[in-house]
């Protein structure tokens, strides 16, 4: 069987792992913090906050942007059903606009008429690892006094071009960019989100929300040589990392730069050799880390059929990006503008295997197979 994602784990992120457990601190101690220390580094932050999941991370960014019930929040449809609950779950109403068809990401052309006097951020995703054109984003967001959140939820690694230098996702254009470390994604530390800003203030309300609105953290009171009482001065919430995890992601962070380099040379083979679909675009300003790699079929091709022929043949594959919209949860969500693109999107498009450990001839075996069900 070819899976369509497998992650790359090993003695070293068995051996970290263990040694989180013997130290006796297996949760938000040194280790998260070591993480948190070469996470900013890596991505060229000043800060970064580990928490549990990127879902959490989204919740906290979006609530210390000041997002309040009766808010706006601009975002896309054609994302995990996470990107629109974050919303929700400030009591915001997300308000989906469109993708651009050839990047799968949000179309800023189609930002600012979504733009109302209820609007207080907008949300983007970096689909796949594929750069947004936050050149426009930000634009809009400037003109408007509007906050932006990037969900890089599958982007750790991936790159663009700012003002000339190239920079890692993450350093960051917006305002907060959360990360995923789900085992789906490049790196993984079993679940795991990070948060990174520029603003000490948002850093340290972060942390604060994240240990359900402790004063004092527990690094801090277990080095006291006096007594110390913590209070509670806000409603927060458990959103820890423990560290085992943190642990495993300083692996994972050692390894990132051969598993992005062997995802680049497996889609620049695909974008080669495979006939008969589209392929993903990559601006001249953006450079994907490649998490997923995901091709249009022709217009009325059977989606499902194709899937289930390579499925056949051994070969996982995975339906596009889901539409939010589209399921039980948003049913009667206003739908304000046109979603075309991101129907397309999820009814057209297929998700082939790409991961590090693949070989070139299991990624002819994929190609191979899909030009037969294509009969291509």
Sequence with gaps: MIPI?????????????????LSGWVTQGPEVEAFEREWAAMVGAPHACAVSNCTTALHLALLVLGVKPGDEVITVSHSFIATANAVRYCGAEPVFVDIEPATFNIDPRRVEAA???????????????????????????????????????CAIGSEIQWNGPWQKIGAPIGDIVCFSLHPRKVITTGDGGMLTTTNPDWDARFRLLRQHGMSVSDKTRHASNKVIFESYPVVGFNFRMTDP???????????????????RELAARYAAK???????????????NWQSYCVRLPDGCDQVGIMQKLLDEGIATRRAI???HREAAYAGHPLPHPLAESERAQDTGIILPVYPQMTDAEQDGVIDALHRALAV
Excluded: Y
């Design 5 to 21: 994602a497998k992650p790359v784990l090993g003695a070293e992120e068995a051996a970290a792992a263990s040694r989180a457990v």
């Design 115 to 153: 733009v109302t006097p209820r609007t207080t951020a907008i949300l983007v995703v970096h689909q796949m690892g594929m750069p947004c054109d936050m050149a426009a984003i930000i634009a809009v967001a400037k003109k408007h006094g509007l906050k932006v959140v990037e969900d890089a939820a």
């Design 245 to 263: 995890q943190a642990a495993i992601g300083r692996e994972q962070l050692k390894r990132l730069p051969g598993i992005i380099g062997r995802r």
């Design 274 to 288: 495979l006939r008969g679909v589209t392929h993903p675009h990559q601006p001249a300003w953006a450079r994907s």
């Design 322 to 324: 889901m539409c939010s």
